[in-house]
């Protein structure tokens, strides 16, 4: 490695982050990452999506002992504050299936939409009558591109959806109510 003017080593600053068995990085969960695993879990991954994103986003930390002792230590407290969170978002689930919300889109005489409706319409649609959920969460089969009634499912948790009734409706020109 080269050495600076000011005599410091040039070399990446990285503090050694302990290897798993697969050679991967060995991580203690902090919060749920979905696909990966639970609060509380020790995860091997690859060092970049370690370093990238687990790390600077707060979700994982180093898999040390110390962090080990302190997760089993506030675990039934950690339990506790994941079940409420999951009533509330069963609760959430319950309230959303017996929504309905109507997105108006401009269509020709035959019911095709000009353009299309997509997860973000169907946030939007959501924020309006007081739900606050991202487009990710919104699963839909492909765009909504015809005036119907569609359902739509919103993904809440990893173990939570709901079915969501959208009506797709055409939008009232001014000229035509008068």
Known sequence: ?????SGRSLAPRFRALPKGPNKGIQLLLI??????????????VRPGYAR???????????ASE?????????????????KARLSNLRELASTLTKQSITIEANANDEGHLYGSVAANDIASGLKQVGFT????QVRLDGPLKELGL??????????????LKVWVV???STEESK
């Open 31 to 44: 919060q749920s990452v979905e696909h990966l695993g639970k609060q509380g879990d020790i995860v091997e």
């Open 133 to 136: 959920v991202t487009p990710d």
């Open 170 to 172: 055409p939008t009232v």
């Open 66 to 82: 110390h962090h080990r002792r302190m997760v089993e230590k506030h675990r039934a407290r950690l339990f506790e504050i994941e």
């Open 52 to 62: 990238n994103y687990l790390l600077p986003e707060g979700l994982a930390t180093v």
């Open 150 to 163: 569609y359902t739509v499912k919103i993904h809440l948790h990893s173990d939570i959806d709901a079915e």
């Open 1 to 5: 490695m080269a050495n600076s003017k």
